[in-house]
């Protein structure tokens, strides 16, 4: 097994861990696995090609949806809900 797999599969298991947090103790684990995915996507497009890798960012697109539309609407400067 590759080790793109395996990191993928504990980058899932470290998303859902995270999701089970209370809100307030979600943003630091969070933010890391935000910011590590981009670059787990790529190492699986690397491995296994721009399907899968496409197919990985849309799951990270659905999983992180909240977030991006929030920093979205922040960085265009729509109106935010806090």
């Not at 630091?28 to 890798?53: E, K, N, Q, R, T």
């Not at 849309?58 to 922040?74: E, G, H, L």
């Amino acid at each position: 097994m590759a080790y793109s797999v395996m990191f993928a599969a504990l980058w899932v298991v470290a998303s859902t861990i995270v999701a089970m947090l209370p809100m307030r103790l979600q943003f630091p684990p969070g933010v890391l696995l935000f910011v590590s995915a981009p670059a787990l996507i790529v190492w699986l497009g690397h491995d296994y090609g721009w399907v899968i890798s496409l197919l990985a960012c849309a799951a990270f697109a659905s999983m992180f949806r909240n977030p991006i539309r929030f920093y979205w609407r922040r960085w265009t400067g729509a109106e935010v809900q806090e």
